[in-house]
């Protein structure tokens, strides 16, 4: 797999998971693994971890542009 290819597709799944915690906090969705309840205070911690790598991964693809 290319290196661009790559940035793409984890840019992209860091950026749902990103969304789905955004979603998560301002719909109150549930987790529920097992019979354990998974706290919200998860995803406010999710959510800019998430974003985070998916902005890192589209600044990694332009400068990559740049060079060539």
């Known amino acids: ?14 950026f749902l998971v990103g969304i789905f915690h955004l979603f998560r906090l301002v719909y109150h969705w ?4 097992g019979t354990r309840l ?4 998860l995803s406010y911690v999710g959510f800019p971890v998430s974003i985070g790598y998916c902005v890192w991964a ?4 332009c ?3 740049r060079v060539r």
Do not use: E, T
Not at 1 to 12: D, E, R, T
Not at 30 to 33: G, T
Not at 38 to 41: D, E, M, V, Y
């Open 1 to 14: 797999m290319s290196n661009k290819l790559y940035l793409i597709v984890s840019g992209a799944i860091f």
């Open 30 to 33: 549930p987790i529920v693994v």
């Open 38 to 41: 998974i706290p919200h205070s």
């Open 58 to 61: 589209c600044w990694l693809l």
């Open 63 to 65: 400068q990559r542009r």
